[in-house]
């Protein structure tokens, strides 16, 4: 076994991306930033810390149900865009 | 004193405290009956510590049975309150609050478990497991379904039940309108159980997709556990919605928060909005396991493999993604525009696409079956024509300009239940009734057993259609009375008698299973239906174990072509059987769950913090728990395989 194989170079990249990914999300409030920016920043780093967290810290993918478990997230991640553009669809936009 | 008295029934009348004094000598009862016939030990080591998914099954069964009987006995005093016009049966208060737990019972205590019962007792031996995946969590699914349901089933005595609907719309529910704890147990008790529905959920897709018989490919699954996949999929992902939404009405109600009041940047008809968001999807969560009750029943009874098997799970995919399509059908009048409601109206009608196909397969299955009429293909052969009347109606409430005139009328209320009640109610009937002798070694008694179902379906048409008339002709639903010149009596009252046929119909069922404990004969064989599914193949009563040999699957039908064909399904010696240990912890965590949301209905925060604690305590301890399970040996095999083949 050589180092390279012990190295856990998957955890450490992800543990760097947290790392910076949640200081990017701090910013929001250091950085005097409008709301819409802000919500923006916080979203979007939001959902690619959860990416990283499943795919390098709960091993999504390395396993042979490897088809499941992405059927399962991709099917979760479909019904809660529906739920919350459906919601803004009956409640905001489509409101009079 | 005052400390007690927040636990009286703000509203109470004779037929209150009569219940009380019921409830108090059944307890009572119970209790000295158990210690007289010493069967406590028996109570505890065979049911309550259990982790055996037949067991569960069939607890979640009886649950169900005797919540069916709740719900009813509310439906029966709605019925005889609206039978004539200016009533003075109920009062106002009284019949809102039983509208309001018939549905909650009716939905969440009586179509749920039953559902769950079935699927518990007869999802793992048709895939050839010893259990399910996760047995302990299975079992504390139960119990906490179980204590969610005697916490809602307490409230009529102790503080007053929840009166704002089942659907317990804000600002309705909110503090400001419902002042008493009513509306705290809607939210507290539907959440216990919600959790245990929940794990249920995952546990059984965990099931399906991980242990399945070698040779049974996903396409190789028999339909009621496709149905059954499909549906805890549809669980996984409506009832974190519901889990936020109560939690979010709890905190509205208890701490003040603003989610759903009119004022203080609060949004009255979000709660409306998200219930509906888990709502619809729950009612395909009630009715896709009654399907593949009728696909089990339908090929058994035709003597033929069911039609179309392939465009029956992909209709199941389907429904199974647009149920979470058109939720904002229930409230087309909320005030939305015509682009919204037009493309809710759309996708509302289109899921009648694929349960068409599915009422199309049927049909021709039965078509070139030689078909035997049982009790539960009576039931099943009944469901399509009545079933087909709730479709239709509700395309007709689907067209959101249309729906403007039926909303929130009897006509709805007619539609929703000639949906449900030949979609799942006769579904579980004839399930009950099917798998009856797997599950207790004897057969329920056929003429009894048609009877009822005849029973009930007529007078199901005779209760329900009825409302089709009156409420188009204006009358509201949940109004506790009306003057006799809105000439609604006469439909009322032909309502009135079918649902005392109904009950009647009930009765039968009771009577027909206390028949047969009596008088069926009990030297039946396994496979008594001449069924054509794996949980057929083992004996009945099911031993512990299931399936002494694990089977091999290698066709859709492998029992029936075993029977027919000669196939050899159980190959192989026997081999000891690792099976896992029974456990108190998931009852004795469900009842300190019990009081925990009895502290929290009473906002009681000193034992809500201690049962808290104790709740995470239970949780602690079983991280830190070593426990293998333990194996049955190859004689004792022997010996109960022996035993059960010489019982035939
Ligand atoms: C052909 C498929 C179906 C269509 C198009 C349909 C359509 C609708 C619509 C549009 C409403 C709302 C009407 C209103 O509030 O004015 C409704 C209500 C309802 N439906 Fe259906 N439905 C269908 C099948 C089912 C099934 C299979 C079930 C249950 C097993 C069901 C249970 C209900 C319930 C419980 C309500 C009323 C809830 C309430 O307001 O209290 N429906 N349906
Ligand atoms: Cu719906």
Redesign the interface.
Known sequence: MNLKELFPRNQVIGFVFSLILTAAALTVYFLDLSFQAGMTVLLVTAFIQAAVQLVLFMHAGETE?KG?IYTNIY??V??AL??IF??L???T???? | MEFFERFAVPHPSPAIYASMVAIGLTVIAILAGLTYFKKWGYLWREWLTTVDHKRIGIMYLISALLMLFRGGADAIMMRAQLAVPENQLLDAQHYNEIFTTHGVVMIIFMAMPFIMGLMNFVVPLQIGARDVAFPRLNALSFWLFFMGAMLFNISFVVGGSPDAGWTSYFPLAGTEFSESVGSNYFMIAIQIAGLGTLMTGINFITTILKMRAPGMTLMKMPMFTWSALITNAIIVFAFPVLTVLLAMGTMDRLFATNFFTTDNGGMDMLWANLFWVWGHPEVYILVLPAFGVYSEVISTFARRNLYGYKSMVASMVIISLLSFLVWAHHFFTMGQGALANSIFSITTMAIAVPTGVKIFNWLLTLWKGKIVITTPMLYSILFIPLFTIGGVTGVMLGMSAADYQYHNTMFLVAHFHMVIIPGVVFAMLAGLTYWWPKMFGFMLNEKIGKSAAWTIAISTLVAFMPMFFSGLDGQARRMYTYSESTGFGIWNMISFIGAAGLAIGFALIVYNVYYSVRYSPRNISADPWDARTLEWATHSPVPEYNFANVPQIDSIETFWDSKKKGHIMFKGDYEKIHMPNNSGMPFIMSCIFFAWGFSFVFAMWIPLIITTIGILVCMALRSFEKDHGHYISVEEIEETETKLRGAK
């Open positions: 149900d499941a099917y979760g479909i019904i529906v739920t459906g919601t669809l009956c409640m936009w489509g409101y009079i």
